[in-house]
């Protein structure tokens, strides 16, 4: 099962339905991305590419939206797809909230930013986190690790902390700010930076396992 929040639901779900990481990749090449901070655009973008249900994935897949005002989490796992990955993806300060089964839904971000206990929660024995929080990143390169019993711990929200505790492995890769720039290259960037993770990630097992 794969579950994702905000941007993690458009690939989550583009791997839900089979796609493969070249097909993701053309899909990423042909949006000018900062068009998906609109809400039509995006749910327009993710109905060419994806199929029209939850129901209609090969992989079970659930996308991630926070409540509001209550600021709770919500999992969703059935019924229509693009609007779902609106929710999770909808920015405070940038967008409207998404009106879903009446419910007000933004940014799935700002109340589970790793859905590793979604994962969890959908029977998962083996959690693989892919952790691409700008936050994180930042805090990691002051040296600040959510780890860390001292008040450094207190930077990262609890809900993260939580999350890290139900991922069995963790790929946090460096996200360049260059990464951020609309266009092939950026792409084709953040890819090789994914790429390095992971290897890094299971460098560090094979060596934990080795000692």
Not at 142 to 149: A, E, M, Q, T, V
């Amino acid at each position: 099962m794969i579950a994702g929040t905000s941007v993690g639901s458009i690939i989550g779900a583009a791997l839900a339905a089979g796609m493969d990481w070249r097909e993701m990749a053309d899909m990423a090449r042909s949006i000018f991305w900062p068009g998906l901070l609109h809400g039509k655009t995006l749910e327009r973008f993710a109905a060419q590419y994806l199929p029209a249900t939850f129901e209609h994935l090969r992989t079970r897949f659930a996308a991630v939206a926070t409540v509001v005002p209550s600021n709770k989490v919500l999992t969703m796992t059935s019924g229509p797809l693009p609007s779902a990955i609106s929710a999770s993806c909808a920015l405070r300060l940038f967008r409207r909230p998404v009106i879903r089964e009446g419910l007000q839904l933004k940014d799935g971000g700002f109340s589970c930013v790793l859905p590793t206990h979604v994962c969890r929660e959908l029977g998962a024995d083996l959690v693989i986190a892919s952790d691409v929080w700008e936050w994180s990143s930042l805090m990691r390169s002051l040296g600040w690790s959510p780890s860390d019993r001292r008040w450094i711990a207190r930077a990262y929200p609890s809900h993260y902390r939580f999350a890290l505790a139900h991922a069995d492995i963790h790929i946090h890769p460096e996200i360049p700010a260059t990464g951020y720039v609309p266009g092939a290259a950026a792409v084709d960037r953040m890819i090789a930076v994914g790429e390095r993770g992971a290897y890094l990630t299971l460098e560090s097992l094979s060596k934990a396992q080795a000692a």
